[in-house]
Nanobody, 115 residues
Framework: QVAPVESGGGLAQAGGSLTLSCEASKKYFSIISTLMAWYRQAPGKERERVASISGGRLDYADSVKGRFTISRDTTKSIVYLHLNSLKPEDTGVYYC????????WGQGTQVTVSS
């Protein structure tokens, strides 16, 4: 799979939690040495980067700082995004990709947060 495969989205209530997974084929990605990120696209908005991970460095958008946590399992080549204290404005399709993003995007996984 050239593009990552995202999963784990769903419907959650405000204040709830979800964990997203991104399977990045070892054939095309080396998540050990590549800056990987989660992006999201809210309805009617541009896609934005919400979290990134490279080595020991983790970065977050201000809008999710303190609520989301990015992690990875290098043996499985999976990047996770743990979403806590969800808000309705977290609703959107979540994708993972490199930074800067490669040409091919996965299908993403839909997160819907109800108030």
């Amino acid at each position: 799979q050239v593009a990552p495969v995202e999963s784990g989205g769903g419907l959650a209530q405000a204040g709830g939690s979800l964990t997203l997974s991104c399977e990045a084929s070892k054939k095309y990605f080396s998540i050990i040495s590549t800056l990987m990120a989660w992006y999201r696209q809210a309805p009617g908005k541009e896609r934005e980067r919400v979290a990134s991970i490279s080595g020991g460095r983790l970065d977050y958008a201000d809008s999710v700082k303190g609520r989301f946590t990015i992690s990875r399992d290098t043996t499985k080549s999976i990047v996770y995004l743990h979403l806590n204290s969800l808000k309705p404005e977290d609703t959107g399709v979540y994708y993972c990709n490199t930074v800067p993003p490669r040409r091919f995007w996965g299908q993403g996984t839909q997160v819907t947060v109800s108030s």
